[in-house]
């Protein structure tokens, strides 16, 4: 096994390692406690994927999160009304640089997973979780709804158990989580399990075959969500931050009080 750093410019919030000789990328989310995806680790995310587009041998990438926790989500500050435009549209294109990328991504969480958080993770191929993580998608609580949760949870765990998770803001436990399907296993060491999953099931294949299967297991999915995303993008700029009480959330969250809702 050989491993190496692979040198991305300005890359200060995310830590990548190679092994296999670029079949495997470890990608670590380093900026505890709570690995806050704000612009710039959206950046260099986002960056990762492109360079991944152009990496023939790489095989799968493999995502965590550095320290106790996977990520506590997209950061609030940047909600605000006058960043919150660009935030979306960097956001967004770090999920659409993943689908261009066609690299299988492969996700390991412990402690908590939440917001934007969230969204990455259940964009994977695959969840392994510690026992002791858990998820939550608490955009409602701030005022606001998660974009790319609305649009992709659905798929992943039915449309009853996405309503609940979007529209309550509530947290599930990781039992909860893999009875829903949100995770897709449990385990102590859910770096190290990922891990072998990918050598066993990816490191066999193809390259190259393998992208086109990611891509055509996912064709359909992908369209979908090139669609939503934009219109869902929309909808918050031009409809939802146009309100009272979104940007009061945001400003309550920040403030450290309870928000006064006006109900519009």
Request: aromatic share 6%; with cysteine; charged share 25%.
């Amino acid at each position: 096994m050989t491993s190496d750093t692979v040198q991305l410019s300005k890359s200060t919030k995310i830590d990548t390692e190679r092994l296999e000789g670029d079949a495997i990328w470890r990608v670590t989310l380093n900026s505890p406690k709570g690995n806050v995806l704000d612009a710039e680790m959206t950046a260099e995310l986002t960056e990762l994927f492109v360079a991944a587009a152009g990496q023939p041998r790489l095989k799968a990438i493999l995502l965590s999160g550095e320290g106790l926790h996977f990520c506590f989500g997209a950061s609030v500050e940047e909600h605000r009304p006058d960043q919150v435009a660009g935030m979306l549209a960097g956001f967004h294109g770090l999920f659409r640089a993943i689908m261009a990328a066609g690299v299988p991504v492969i996700a390991s969480v412990r402690g908590c997973c939440l917001g934007g958080g969230l969204e990455l993770a259940a964009f994977c191929q695959r969840i392994f979780a510690h026992s002791g993580a858990s998820f939550g998608q608490p955009e409602i609580k701030l005022g606001v709804f998660a974009p790319v949760a609305s649009a992709i949870l659905a798929d992943r765990i039915g449309r009853g158990a996405a309503d609940d998770l979007l529209l309550t803001g509530r947290v599930a436990k990781a039992e909860e989580a893999l009875a829903m399907g949100l995770v897709d296993e449990l385990v102590d060491e859910p770096e190290a399990a990922a891990e072998e999953w990918v050598r066993k099931h990816f490191l066999p294949l193809s390259a190259s075959s393998l992208r086109f299967a990611t891509r055509a297991a996912r064709h359909e999915f992908n369209r979908r969500f090139e669609r939503n995303i934009d219109e869902l993008e929309r909808l918050y700029l031009g409809q939802l931050m146009n309100t009272i009480d979104a940007p009061e959330g945001i400003s309550a969250f920040l403030e450290k009080r309870e928000p006064k809702w006006s109900d519009a």
